[in-house]
């Protein structure tokens, strides 16, 4: 088997992996000014995808420029997940660098698209693949792909313990190479209900002592996680941006979260806010809860709420995710200083952080590769891949970190 890495090595973003130069796995971008996407494209016979985040789909409509149709096989939610950020990606930035396809481009995603359950094997190039729950958002899938020769087990994103919108990721099938994720690879993550207990406590707080929370947080996965959390301790919220369209989509796919009853539930107890700015500034002015895009306060509707509550040290902005270097929510959380729609804004609001992450810590990734000591390792998707991979070679493994554009062959 021949692997080729076009893209998410030694880095978090724009992961691609070229299968036997047939069969593409991810095809993402990562996000900055200007925007990098993986470093050629490729004509590949079909497209495999394991879940619906912007540097695992961000740039798959390009594949089908000219007259490329390979099929491309995902779980319903993460075709739908993709659709909507290709269509967003378009509202922002069509005709532009930053947008590496066109409208027709994504109507024929729709054309070219398969939708498979877990553990459900089917075939792509050649190759036989199926997918497994990855704990990581609705629809995630780890991928195993055989090529008759070799198994490859391709964790993707993952998570090893449950959350409130879906289960841990369990499955750990025969392989004889794996490629592994390694974004917390030097983080062991408080519990899950001691930081859910940390994050109502303040809220609450807030709230009673008459001040404003905006919660930013991550269109796909984490505000709905944040609406559970609301909901399960009885926190009167809103919620605002995509993570609302997000939320009535995953509501017509049951069987890809952990509990539909909850989720329902979590729609109700939040007001949906559907209005401009002006709404918005009105619903800033409340004693209330607002769970909101951008996870980073790199646009959205959080660039509206941010600057309404700021001057008010009672009020409160609970980061509910990773901040990468350079963005706003990042400067906010070191300086309580962030740029906001170009201006730089003192920020005399309390600001936190709360490490509500959907990735599997050094000890979920630990747990994981326990399953696979005689199997080859390669360490991508994460800003340390290289020392992790040294220190898994110290404990035994068969472990290295490839580089971009890097072939490896099994």
């Given at each position: ?16 992996i ?10 993402g ?21 394991s ?28 075709r739908?997940l993709?659709?909507?950020?290709a269509r ?5 930035h ?15 995603v ?12 089917f ?8 997918f497994?729950n990855a704990?990581?958002i609705?629809g ?5 792909v ?19 919108l ?6 750990r099938p ?7 994720e ?14 859910e207990?940390?994050f ?27 609406l559970l ?10 919620a ?11 509501r017509?796919?049951p069987?890809?979260v952990?509990?539909?009853e909850a989720l ?13 700015d002006?709404?918005r ?7 209330t809860?607002?769970?909101?895009t951008?996870?980073m ?19 409160k902005v609970?980061?509910t ?15 309580g200083?962030a ?21 599997a ?12 000591e ?15 991979a ?20 099994v």
């Amino acid at each position: 088997m021949d692997i080729r890495f076009l893209g998410g090595t030694r880095e978090v973003g724009r992961s691609a992996i070229l299968v036997n130069d047939r069969l593409l796995l991810d095809y993402g971008m990562l996000t900055g000014t200007p925007p990098q996407f993986p470093v050629e494209t490729p004509e590949p016979e079909a497209v495999v995808v394991s879940h619906g985040h912007l540097d695992h789909v961000g740039a798959i409509p390009s594949l089908l420029s000219g007259d490329r149709r390979p099929p491309i096989h995902w779980t319903p939610p993460t075709r739908e997940l993709a659709l909507t950020l290709a269509r967003d990606t378009l509202k922002l930035h069509g005709g532009t660098y930053d947008c590496p396809f066109t409208e027709e481009e994504v109507r024929r995603v729709t054309q070219v698209s398969e939708t498979h359950g877990y553990r459900e094997s089917f075939e792509a190039a050649g190759h036989e693949v199926t997918f497994y729950n990855a704990g990581h958002i609705p629809g995630s899938a780890h991928v195993l792909v055989d090529d008759g020769d070799t198994r490859l087990f391709y964790t993707a994103d993952f998570h090893t313990e449950d959350q409130r919108l879906v289960a841990a990721s369990t499955a750990r099938p025969d392989a004889d190479v794996v490629i592994c994720e390694s974004t917390y690879s030097d983080v062991e993550h408080d519990p899950r209900q001691r930081i859910e207990g940390q994050f109502v406590e303040s809220v609450r707080t807030t709230v009673w002592e008459g001040g404003t929370v905006v919660v930013p947080a991550f269109a796909i996965g984490r505000t709905q996680e944040m609406l559970l959390v609301c909901a399960a301790n009885d926190i009167d919220c809103y919620a605002d941006g995509m993570g609302t369209r997000v939320t009535k989509m995953l509501r017509q796919h049951p069987s890809f979260v952990r509990d539909e009853e909850a989720l329902r539930r979590a729609k109700s107890n939040a007001r949906f806010v559907t209005g401009r700015d002006g709404q918005r500034r009105r619903i800033a002015a409340q004693n209330t809860v607002i769970v909101t895009t951008s996870g980073m306060l790199s646009g959205g509707p959080a660039m509206t709420y941010i600057p309404e509550i700021r001057s008010n040290p009672t009020n409160k902005v609970t980061l509910t995710g990773y901040q990468v270097e350079g963005t706003p929510g990042r400067s906010l959380l070191e300086t309580g200083r962030a740029e906001i729609d170009g201006r730089v804004m003192p920020v005399s609001a309390r600001v936190e952080w709360y490490d509500f992450s959907a990735h599997a810590d050094r000890q979920g990734l630990l747990d994981l590769l326990g399953e696979y000591e005689g199997a080859q390792i390669l360490v991508n998707h994460g800003d340390r891949c290289a020392a992790f991979a040294d220190e898994l070679a110290t404990e035994g493994f068969d472990a290295s970190a490839p580089k971009l554009g890097h072939e490896v062959v099994v």
